[in-house]
């Protein structure tokens, strides 16, 4: 059951326009309707969010298909409470280069320069990360006055070293592990993570 605010009702497929706006009650009359219910909702989206009479949300994460699976909705999640625009441009480009230089990626190629500006995008707009080859490709092209395809070629130069590249990893995996590496650190220097004391993996 599902409600939502009159003034914004839209749907389009039976499916809400402001899914963020939606508020679901699920009423059940015994303890294994509740455990039945969380265990849908977790199965569906791995996470399931529990507010308490505070208004403070405690999530309740899976951690069956796995621990990093587990750690990179727990990262996600917490990234979406971090608001970028009280981050610097410096900042954010530091988290991107600590990263980086983690993998002793040359400063002076191209494929670098490119990789660097794409973990930036990315990371103010994480959507592109689901779209790699065909948004942030294009983007990174016309930003550097190359084709997507000299994108491409630039970043597999540039990440020619890394062991994810010599165990055969594409260009688009080693970006979205960049990419989960600079969330995650993001979310920890800024202190992001809600409720970290209560928090165990």
Do not use: W
Request: contains cysteine.
């Amino acid at each position: 059951m599902a409600f939502e605010s009159e003034t914004n009702h839209r749907t389009a497929f039976g499916y809400s326009m402001n899914p963020e706006r939606e508020v679901g009650f699920y009423v059940v009359c015994s303890d294994r309707m509740i455990l039945d219910n969380i265990n849908s909702l977790m199965r569906k989206r791995g996470m399931v969010g529990i507010s308490d009479t505070a208004g403070r949300l405690h999530y309740l994460v899976d951690a069956r298909t796995g621990v990093p699976s587990a750690v990179k909705r727990i990262t996600g999640q917490a990234l979406k409470g971090l608001d970028h625009s009280s981050l610097s441009n410096a900042q954010l480009l530091q988290g991107v280069e600590n990263v980086l230089d983690r993998y002793f990626l040359d400063r002076i190629l191209l494929g670098t320069r490119i990789a660097r500006y794409m973990l930036v995008q990315s990371v103010r707009d994480p959507s592109l990360m689901s779209a790699v080859t065909k948004r942030l490709y294009p983007m990174a092209g016309k930003e550097f006055g190359i084709s997507a395809s000299q994108v491409e070629r630039n970043l597999r130069y540039a990440f020619r070293k890394m062991r994810l590249f010599e165990e055969g990893r594409r260009n688009v995996y080693i970006l979205r592990k960049l990419f989960d590496e600079v969330t995650a650190l993001l979310v920890r220097n800024h202190d992001c993570i809600p409720y970290p004391a209560s928090m165990s993996i």
